[in-house]
């Protein structure tokens, strides 16, 4: 999308010691906010909801809106304030939201994911991640109302130079397979199956479009499914292995440690707090913050 500029990224539990209530404000830039989690209202140009997992608000700058948590069952939320230039997208979503996701879960938790492991690690150029990561999750949000609408006001054009249109839909058939079977073991037989196309063919577009083979790809797929689930749920180390196709712990602790440079448990400890990311300089000083939010851990 042109001109989508990040200003700040949390992930934040709306509970008593954070801040269980955010009255009626406006601001300058454009809000996402994606339910995790927990019961609550929001408000947003008198209007009120009750979000659901998975719920996805688009707020526009000047719009009213406040939000209230269950103490027993706090809001748990990821949000991302941003400016965009672009609004081909953005001007379906300000007047229709809430969108409750359906099939987009899988991808825009994982993109969700990423982001804020991007967030929190801020390796080379990971603002430039992030911001593509965003890009592709509003339209795919974007995607899915239009999906509920059967509006046409959205195409998303899908090209490529590495192969035919015929071929990278197989591709994607394969994708998807895996993103469906990646707790078990897989084979390539099931992949040139499932594709009607053959080994060579797999492997030579795997490579074309993503730089590894299948196997890879599958095994890098596991992994970020791993890390979305140590950030996101509360399962242990061993369950998450198991969910997501390791053959032991051992195995999935040396294989995250490889790529990561870190364990699960010390991915887990990094991520699994409130975060507060500026981009560029905060949003507000260090001691409105403090104001805002009694006793966030934040990093600039």
Known sequence: MNGLKV?????????????SFVPNHTHDYNQFLYVLSGQGEI?????????????????KP???HSISSNEKDPL?????????Q?????EILYDNT??????????VYSLLGKIID????????????ITECLGEVLLLVARQHYHLTGSNEIMIDRFTDYAEEKEINQIETVIDYLNKHYQRKVTVSELTEVSNLNRVCIWRLFKSLYNQSPIQYLNLMRLEKAKELLMLSSLNITEISEATGFQSVHYFSRCFSAKEGISPNQFRKIAKRNIYV????PLYSESELAQKHPGIKYNR
Do not use: W
């Open 278 to 281: 500026f981009f560029d300089k």
């Open 76 to 84: 748990y939320t990821v949000e991302i304030k941003f400016d965009c």
């Open 118 to 129: 991007e967030a929190v690690r801020k390796k080379q150029f990971y603002k430039e991640m």
């Open 86 to 90: 672009d609004l081909k997208v953005l």
């Open 43 to 59: 408000t947003l140009n008198e209007a009120r909801y009750l979000p659901s997992p998975h719920d996805v608000f688009v707020i």
């Open 98 to 107: 809430p969108v409750r996701l359906d099939e987009y879960v899988r991808a």
């Open 7 to 19: 200003l700040d990224i949390s992930r934040s539990k709306y509970t008593i010691d954070f801040q």
């Open 62 to 64: 000047g719009a009213i």
